[in-house]
């Protein structure tokens, strides 16, 4: 297999993990959310909250590497 196809493949399944993550992790904090009436109210994640959060974070650095070495290696 050639390494651009593995580089593409890769960069597409990281995507759409993020954004199914992301989109799970809005979903959990309400319409309320969008519009900032929340912010004055400060909480810890626990749970899956904090396990989507942190996969959020995860995903994103994987995602910001894989494209840095795609363009690196391919470009």
Same mark, same amino acid.
């Given at each position: 297999?050639?390494i651009?196809i593995?580089?593409?493949?890769? $960069?597409?399944? !990281?995507?759409?993990?993020?954004i199914? &993550?992301?989109? +799970?992790?809005? %979903?959990?904090?309400?319409?309320?959310?969008?519009?900032?009436t $929340?912010?004055? !109210?400060?909480?810890?994640?626990?749970? &899956?909250?904090? +396990?989507?959060? %942190?996969a959020?974070?995860?995903?994103?650095?994987?995602?910001?590497?894989?494209?840095?070495?795609?363009?690196?290696?391919?470009?």
């Amino acid at each position: 297999m050639d390494i651009k196809i593995i580089m593409n493949v890769t $960069q597409f399944l !990281v995507s759409v993990m993020l954004i199914v &993550v992301v989109t +799970v992790q809005s %979903r959990g904090a309400g319409f309320g959310g969008a519009f900032g009436t $929340q912010g004055a !109210v400060f909480r810890t994640r626990r749970g &899956v909250e904090q +396990v989507l959060f %942190r996969a959020t974070i995860g995903l994103a650095v994987i995602f910001i590497a894989v494209s840095i070495v795609s363009v690196r290696v391919i470009g």
